[in-house]
């Protein structure tokens, strides 16, 4: 079993439709979750970085995570095109700086 | 800044041969990472540098992979003799700091046939 998995997708939503993209986790002693957006034959960019449990707003996107069930969540509110992408999640220890375990990614396509 | 470059983009080649991947981080980062995304693995990390030094290479799948970072401004994946399975967009990264954003570049897909 992966340490961080995520459904592949693909994702298809209608343009302004609320998208949730979600991850689950097995390792306790994450202590911080990211989110990158990979568009095509791109590298990933960072999206969205929170500390342990809690909810993070920016902008049209809200990342949260629930550490009691293992679960992070990237919500998009009025959806775009141009947010078709790849979605990964990302999770990191406490102490081990940048060696992140990358969930597999969710493929979203948003159609106008 | 023009971020993270690496070269070539794409590359083709037939087993048994030797290949070289290559990357260009951005200046003042002193951590530079080299990853394999794979549509079965996911991205995977192989090694990293700090200050030019390997500190972790573990994820290195086996001695036919080796990395080196002669200087802060160049860094090699080189894989020798290449075999089909290491099929994959390789990506390098940099960061600032160990608790930083990673800059990716955008990757050499590399195909082995």
């Known amino acids: 079993q992966k340490e961080v998995e995520q459904d592949p997708g693909p994702l298809s939503v209608p343009e302004g439709a609320i998208v949730s993209l979600n991850c689950t986790y097995s390792n306790s002693a994450f202590q911080y979750f990211m989110w990158y957006r990979q568009y095509s034959r791109k590298g990933p960019e960072l999206l969205m970085y929170?500390?342990?449990?809690g909810n993070k707003e920016d902008g049209r996107f809200t990342a949260q995570v629930d550490k009691s069930s293992k679960y992070i969540s990237l919500f998009i509110r009025d959806s775009q095109p141009s947010d078709s992408a790849t979605y990964l999640c990302?999770?990191?220890?406490?102490?081990?700086?940048?060696?992140?375990?990358f969930g597999g990614g969710t493929r979203l396509m948003v159609k106008p | 800044d023009a971020g993270v470059i690496q070269s070539p983009r794409h590359e083709v080649t037939e087993m048994g041969q030797e290949v070289t991947l290559r990357c260009k981080p951005i200046s003042g980062h002193d951590y530079l990472f080299w990853y394999r995304q794979t549509m079965m693995r996911g991205l995977e990390l192989l090694i990293y540098?700090?200050?030019?030094?390997?500190?972790?290479d573990s994820g290195m799948p086996e001695d036919r992979f080796s990395a080196k970072m002669p200087n802060a401004s160049f860094s090699t994946l080189k894989i020798q003799p290449s075999e089909p399975r290491d099929s994959a967009v390789y990506f390098c990264a940099s960061s600032l700091e160990m608790r930083t954003p990673l800059h990716f570049g955008n990757g050499t897909r590399l195909t082995v046939t």
């Open positions: 990302a999770s990191d220890f406490n102490n081990a700086g940048n060696m992140l375990t």
């Open positions: 540098f700090n200050n030019n030094v390997p500190i972790d």
């Open positions: 929170t500390y342990s449990s």
